[in-house]
């Protein structure tokens, strides 16, 4: 009997070893490889799928979890690194924009149509619409009247909703800025046309709350400290009314500090030409406002009640 017991005493601590042996057969599966089922997160249904070896269940994916792809909104650079959905375009290309001052940057800038310095309109920008203009390049007032183009002050003009041309200019970091880099936030856009020597910060002393030229519409500054509509200075001269170089941007952004608000120059009048009728007479500073796609709303180098326009808007 004894002898007997050890047998069996023998045959349980083989089987118990066996049991326990990474060689001893395979294991029971517990689901089934590459399978999913539904499963409880807070407040909404998740999945989770069995393992490729079908040992157990994975974590439960919730619906707003960030996805394997690389994020909530966005998708995993080689090194790993989240892209979000405004730094990709369309075709899946990121964009590589990253401004020193915190500028905005439009992944899908190049697919926007760029009408060129001389823009769409006949004869240029500025051109006559009669013979009576000071231009020798004449347009037929019909052919200017368009969608493209409107008649103003005698002139051929870009029409309301039109595009810039696509304009680029170093800022006060020294960094060249894109202008269709503001396009496609959904956020409106105003260039303040200045010079240094057309009473200079005008607007800016405005935005910093300092007295000046300028009362009222703290709405509208309110909007652009907030980031409700974005700023941009656009000098086309310095002091001396000379052309302005990297100094001058810097200095300017220094004595009037704006958080956002970047200061580029047009020293070869292109956006300047393009609005202001090609006349070297206009008022300074001067407002362009623009839609969150840059399509143009108004045109302050022609037109006068710029702040009660932008107070419209607010």
Known sequence: ???????????????????GSDDGGAEASICEPGATQACVCPGADGAQSCSADGSGWEACVCGDEPDAAGGEDGATTSDGSVVSEDSVGSDGAQATCDYTGGWPCNPNKDEMVDPGVEGPCPGGPGCACSASGPSSSIAPSEECDSD???VASGRCLPAIGALPPRFTSLDQFGEEVDLYDFAGHGVPVVINVSAGWAVPGQYEKWLLGQSGFLSGGENIRDAVLNGELRWITLLIQDADQMPVDAGELASWSVDYPIEGVPVLADNERQLVDHYAQGSQVFGLPSLLVFDGDLGLLFNGTVSGSHLEFLDSMF
């Open 1 to 19: 009997m004894r002898r007997s017991l050890s047998w069996i005493a023998l045959v349980l601590t083989s089987l118990v070893l066996a049991c």
């Open 148 to 150: 493209a183009c409107v």
